[in-house]
């Protein structure tokens, strides 16, 4: 059974950067054609793809924030840590990790429950 | 800058049939954009209702199902219930590993 639990801060400063963690099960990231991919929701608004990371620590990011994310594997912890830097009010969201595959092109299939995070001074 | 474009907001009578679409700001979409649905409700992560443009995902009711329709892709739910009442989200596939979500469909079952 697969499960994705993300984590870390709910409240951070503007400019300040986020780092947040998906710890997941069932599955491990060094296997060939498995991927995590994180993906944001503002409150009331759409979700929003960030970035993936595959198997073999290959990295694709949304083009429009690629100058501010970075995406990291831990294989043996089976983790998976995003970072976002410069953060700004508008970056307040709740931020999912999803499991993908490369049979679908790495589609989100299974995801976390999502955690929130307020940006805010 | 792909914008991926959805309904805001539809309404269906309990029992009915509504079709929601998935279109691209520039060009139309085909199958090789392998676009996917998702249904999610308040205070939970989406679930996957169809991918690969018409493969349902286990334990979905047949009553969803998807398509192209013309220059877009389709989710069709035939007989809708009240508990259908949710935000629908498709996602087009782009290439090299990246995704592009739409901006959802709020839809309403009265």
């Known amino acids: 059974q697969i499960t994705l639990k993300e984590s870390g801060p709910t409240l951070v400063k503007p400019t300040q950067t986020l780092t947040l963690t998906c710890t997941f099960s069932g599955f491990s990231l060094s296997t060939s054609g498995v991927g995590v991919v994180w993906i944001r929701q503002p409150p009331g608004k759409a979700l929003e793809w960030l970035a993936l990371i595959y198997w073999d620590d290959d990295k694709r990011y949304s083009p429009s924030l690629k100058s501010r994310l970075t995406i990291t594997k831990d294989t043996s912890k089976n983790q998976v840590v995003l970072t976002m830097t410069n953060m700004d009010p508008v970056d307040t969201a709740t931020y999912f990790c999803?499991?993908?595959?490369?049979?679908?092109?790495?589609?989100?299939?299974?995801w976390g429950q999502g955690t929130l995070v307020t940006v805010s001074s | 800058q792909t914008v991926v474009t959805q309904e805001p907001s539809f309404s269906v009578s309990p029992g009915g049939t509504v079709t929601l679409t998935c279109g691209l700001s520039s060009g139309s979409v085909s199958a090789s954009y392998y676009p996917s649905w998702y249904q999610q409700t308040p205070g939970q992560p989406p679930r996957t209702l169809i991918y690969s443009t018409n493969a349902r995902s286990s334990g979905v009711p047949d009553r969803f199902s998807g398509s192209i329709l013309g220059n877009k892709a389709a989710l069709t739910i035939t007989g809708a219930q009240a508990d259908d009442e949710s935000d629908y989200y498709c996602v087009l596939y782009m290439g090299s590993g990246i995704w592009v979500f739409g901006g959802g469909t709020e839809l309403t079952v009265l």
């Open positions: 999803a499991h993908g595959t490369s049979n679908t092109y790495y589609r989100p299939a299974k």
